[in-house]
């Protein structure tokens, strides 16, 4: 769950415009330009509340330089609130307790801002509406009351007219759905009526999403499937699905999302965001240093054709975290911003009627693939299938018979597979001796010991099923087993057993620590 939301999109612009085009944007919730981040919620005051030298700044401070491009004002968070009418909260900002509203209304007059939007704006930022957030009151009976719903926020915010503008003057650029409860009914209805007001409109006006990484997203699963979004920010945090388990082919799920955009949205240009927490407190779980988010994001960046860029939650948090944005949109404009070469198919074509080990890699149907466990179905883009996507790929596979799987007799339904996961066979001698060897069959803690290919391996996290020096990179080499070890050490962090969701504590065994 999000209180708050910044996002953050990093690019290098030209002169300050924004490119939907490009690979390098970072932000903390709008998630298709060069830099976009969350403004409004002042997360990093609602978790530090006697530093008020790093709370939210106004709009325009954060315009000061190129790392930010998006902004997406947070939230919108009642629909039909006071006299029908919606309602904002921005937090120290502007809200409907602290400041004036309009009559017979809970809507906050927030005129102030306009000033800001469009000093933004002249430099070539990109404002939106974020509506929704984690606590709002949001969500449609009818397709008739999304329509007109729509209408008022066309009227309110964008290109439309109305006596009620709550910022002013100041004309955004679009809106973005962060719609975290409510249900999703007629939310298709809402988006459509937007793209068709601003079809004769003079300006772009953009429209994204903030689904949680979770493949369908809860509440707007079917709504990505029928409505056409510029890109949506995935929140790769706060969930099994987040930075906290990358290359864990189990859990990160970036390909589900890359196949999502390039085949089954309406949308075959779609962005899709990393969403990632700007600091240690502005999110449960998820958040990793700039370092390790900088290698992630650069290895999406050229594994998959819709990588867009990094989102950041939130500005505040951004900022007092060293400048977390511009850290990463260095990096990102590091690896380069415009184009995108499919990798080749490096793993061996996959094989009906093969047994494949857990961590096994194949290619099929333009990606490679991971088995996450013991595998033999045919790899799809499937949540709750066997496989994972961990790279999109061109060209031919290699032969097959290069696979370390064994194959199923036709004339048996039973599996007989030649693969090194029987009981493990523990050294009886040297610096490993008492250590085990490692088994695909076995979930392994954090700094769990194994044995593998004569090495001997500490686990960086919680893993299962990820071969000690495979692409997931779980497991660090502590080298040839020529030094001491104190046999039985390992025991304190293996758990046994073939299906780690039993495991108790799970997701707490697998956070990075930096």
Not at 104 to 112: E, K
Not at 314 to 330: E, H, M, P, T
């Amino acid at each position: 769950m999000r209180v708050s939301v910044l996002a953050v999109n990093i690019a290098v612009l030209g002169a300050f415009a924004f490119d939907n085009s490009r690979y390098d944007n970072v932000g903390c919730s709008f998630a298709w330009s060069p830099s976009l981040i969350y403004w409004g919620q002042n997360s990093y005051g609602a978790v530090h509340g006697t530093d008020s030298a790093n709370f939210q700044k106004t709009l325009s401070f954060y315009c000061q330089d190129n790392a930010i491009d998006v902004f997406p004002i947070a939230f919108l968070n009642v629909f039909f609130g006071t006299g029908g009418a919606p309602s904002i909260n921005l937090a120290n900002t502007c809200n409907p307790t602290d400041n004036a509203t309009f009559p017979g209304t809970n809507l906050a007059n927030c005129a102030s801002l306009a000033t800001d939007i469009q000093t933004c704006q002249g430099k070539g930022k990109i404002i939106t509406l974020s509506l929704g957030g984690a606590t709002g009151s949001v969500g449609f009976q009818s397709d008739s009351q999304a329509t007109t719903f729509a209408q008022t926020i066309w009227d309110m915010f964008l290109g439309g007219s109305s006596s009620t503008r709550p910022f002013g003057s100041a004309v955004l650029d679009g809106v973005d759905l962060d719609i975290e409860g409510g249900g999703s009914a007629s939310y298709a209805t809402f988006v459509n009526k937007i793209r068709s007001l601003a079809s004769g409109a003079n300006k772009k006006y953009y429209i994204t999403a903030a689904p949680q990484c979770v493949f369908p997203d809860g509440a707007l699963g079917g709504v990505l499937n029928t409505a056409i979004f510029d890109a949506i920010y995935g929140i790769f945090y706060n969930n099994p699905c987040g930075l906290q388990a990358f290359g864990q082919a189990s859990n990160w799920n970036f390909g589900i999302w890359d196949n999502w955009a390039r085949n089954t949205s309406p949308n075959k240009n779609v962005k899709v965001y990393i969403g990632a927490p700007a600091s240690s407190t502005a999110a449960g779980s998820g958040y990793v240093g700039i370092s390790t988010l900088s290698n992630n994001a650069v290895q999406m960046r050229k594994s998959f054709p819709s990588f867009g860029g990094v989102m950041l939650w939130d500005a505040s948090q951004a900022y007092a975290n060293n400048r977390f944005d511009k850290g990463i949109k260095d990096a990102l404009t590091a690896a380069g911003g415009t184009g995108f070469t499919f990798p080749a198919c490096t793993a061996p074509a996959y094989v009906p009627g093969t047994n494949y080990p857990g961590a096994s890699q194949v290619s099929s149907g333009g990606y490679i693939w991971q088995a996450k466990w013991f595998a033999s179905s045919q790899p799809t883009s499937n949540p709750n299938g066997d496989w994972s996507a961990i790279s999109a790929c061109g060209g031919s596979a290699i032969p097959p018979s290069s696979s370390p799987a064994s194959t199923i007799s036709s004339s048996s339904s039973t599996k007989s597979s030649t693969s090194p996961t029987s009981t493990p066979t523990t050294p009886t001698g040297g610096a490993c001796a008492g250590v085990a060897a490692w088994s695909s069959t076995i979930a392994y803690q954090m700094n769990a010991k194994i044995t593998y290919g004569g090495h001997l391996w500490t686990a960086k996290w919680w893993t299962q099923a990820d071969v000690p020096g495979g692409a997931a990179g779980v497991w660090t080499d502590n080298g040839l087993c020529t030094s001491s070890f104190q046999a039985g050490e390992e025991n304190s962090h293996v758990v046994r057993g073939s299906n780690p969701t039993t495991i108790p504590a799970r997701m707490n065994s697998r956070v990075f620590n930096y």
